[in-house]
Nanobody, 127 residues
Framework: QVQFVESGGGLVQPGGSLRLSCAAP????????IGWFRQAPGKEREGVAC????????YSLDSVQGRFTISRDNAKNTVYLQMNSLKPEDTAVYYC????????????????????WGQGTQVTVSS
C-alpha cells in the first residue's frame, strides 16, 4: 500500500538542470536510507545515489558524480536529487525507494534491497 511519489522530471536541453523530489505520503522517510534509481529504454534499472539517515551519501555511478547531488529534508519528509549539467545519456525514468534493511548507505546501491517503488518521473535530455 505504501508507494513513493517521484516528481520534477521533464524535457531539458543538454547542460540544463532539474531537481527531482521523492515523497511518500503516510510513510516516514527519516528512518531509512533512500535511493534514487533510473531505467533507460531497453535497459535494467540501475542505482544512481543513496542518502542515509545521518545524511551520508553514495553515488554509485561515476558518470553522475560531481553533477548530481542527493539530499534530504526530514522536516518536509522529502528526498531530492539535484541534477546539473545534464547529458542525453541521463535520459531515463527516475525512481526513488526505501532500503528497509538499513538506515545507512552502502558502497553500492542495490536495487534488490529497496522497496515501495513509485511510478517514476521521466527525464529527457535532448536538443
Amino acid at each position: 500500500q505504501v508507494q513513493f511519489v517521484e516528481s520534477g522530471g521533464g524535457l531539458v536541453q543538454p547542460g540544463g538542470s532539474l531537481r527531482l523530489s521523492c515523497a511518500a505520503p503516510g510513510f516516514t522517510l527519516d528512518y531509512y536510507a533512500i535511493g534514487w534509481f533510473r531505467q533507460a529504454p531497453g535497459k535494467e534499472r540501475e542505482g544512481v545515489a543513496c542518502i542515509g539517515h545521518s545524511h551520508d551519501s553514495t553515488y554509485s555511478l561515476d558518470s553522475v558524480q560531481g553533477r548530481f547531488t542527493i539530499s534530504r529534508d526530514n522536516a518536509k519528509n522529502t528526498v531530492y536529487l539535484q541534477m546539473n549539467s545534464l547529458k542525453p545519456e541521463d535520459t531515463a525514468v527516475y525512481y526513488c525507494a526505501a532500503n528497509l534493511m538499513r538506515s545507512a548507505c552502502t558502497s553500492v546501491v542495490r536495487t534488490m534491497e529497496y522497496a515501495y517503488w513509485g511510478q517514476g518521473t521521466q527525464v529527457t535530455v535532448s536538443s
